[in-house]
């Protein structure tokens, strides 16, 4: 079997169109995207689609075709300084890596992939806008979020989205065979076919279970279908934010703030971080947690986590995790009073029980003559603000404070 190294989708990275897998809407024989590299006129874009499709890829290979120097990225942890770094590179033509020394007089120009592009915040997404505009960078942005939403709409125009989809379990299946070769082992056509379709479109999540099932198994030259399952109980849960672990973790996070548990609940929101989730679905959920659970017992918080949202927003990570820390830390140890929205949802149940029922007359406007003859703005028998058939209810109790 030979050596594995370096992580297997790494390894078996497509160098050209030719040996790309998959996207053929976008780079098959004719389509939009394998005409502008064709011709050599590749704008701006952004890839958007699902993890382990190929963005990454289809970047490179683009650059290739191209004969541009290539640039990667990571929204997570670059900031201004590192982009400020490949535009004086593109600028001033240096060498398209740390690793050249020469300048390539044949090269068409500079491509700067940024992975999650969505992570950047608005005043690092205008500190591009310039250069994408002028054409000193061609930017091609990934994403698995709408970046209609996370995009801002300066840059947004300046750019031409391509949706890719998941890989069919067809493609997955090609792939994996390609990793069989490369490794010289084989595996049983039911394994073949179950890893296929766990991956669920995944082309890395498919290489990574493989590479591990090898690494477990695969001295005797054949992987089982059994191998496979066992591999899959031998690994850590797959932080995946659309499937169970996701909504796990973000619940253990909720549940470790509402036990008061800043420990547990740092933990927790590091899992989260690590794992790539988006920190302002991290910080929204403190900003509900904050009315939800602190509530009346320390009305300051949501303030607070208004301010740990806006935050993130404004600074991005990495530095915006030291916001989030503070902020969960704060309302971890905060006092707790869910009064107030026990109280909202106990009369929204009389609501949908009994419809709308006629407001006290009273409470209700009398800019007409007519309507204060009628009573309308008048006080009655009932002193209650409710409806007649609810006046005797009482929703919020202080004793619940």
Known sequence: ????????????????????????????????????IENNQVPSMILWGPPGVGKTTLARIIANHTNQRFF???????????????????????PRTLFDTEEDENENGTILFLDEIHRFNKAQQ????????????????????????????????????FVLNSLTPDEIKQIIE????????????????????????????????????????????????????ETLQSKHLRYDKTGDEHYNTISAFIKSMRASDADAALYYMARMIDAGEDPKFIARHMVIFASEDVGLALPTALVVANEVFRAVEAIGMPEAQYNLAQGVVYL??????????????????????????????????????????????????????????????????????
């Open 1 to 36: 079997m030979a050596q594995i190294s370096q992580p297997l989708a790494e390894q078996l990275r497509p160098q050209s169109l030719a040996d790309f897998m998959g996207q053929q809407h976008l780079v098959g024989v004719d389509k939009p995207l394998r005409i502008a």
């Open 72 to 94: 990667s990225l990571s929204a997570v942890s670059a900031g201004k300084a590192d982009m400020r770094e490949v535009v004086k590179s593109a600028q001033n033509k240096k």
């Open 126 to 161: 205008d500190f591009l806008l310039p250069y994408v505009e002028d054409g000193t960078i061609t930017l091609i942005g990934a994403t698995t979020e709408n970046p209609s939403f996370e995009v801002i709409s300066a840059l947004l125009s300046r750019m031409q989205i």
């Open 178 to 229: 390609r990793a069989l070769r490369h490794m010289e082992i084989d595996m049983a056509e039911v394994g073949l076919d179950f890893l296929s379709h766990y991956a669920n479109g995944d082309a890395r999540a498919a290489l990574n279970l493989l590479n591990n099932a090898a690494r477990l198994y695969g001295s005797g030259g054949i992987i089982t279908l059994e191998q496979v399952k």
């Open 332 to 401: 971890a140890t905060a006092p707790k009073d869910r009064s107030a929205g026990d109280a909202y949802f106990r009369a929204l149940e009389d609501v949908q029980q009994y419809g709308n029922l006629e407001v006290p007359m009273h409470l209700r406007n009398a800019p007409t003559k007519l309507m204060k003859e009628l009573g309308y703005g008048k006080r009655g028998e009932n002193n209650s603000n409710l409806p007649e058939k609810l006046s005797d209810k009482r929703y919020y109790r202080r004793d619940e404070s």
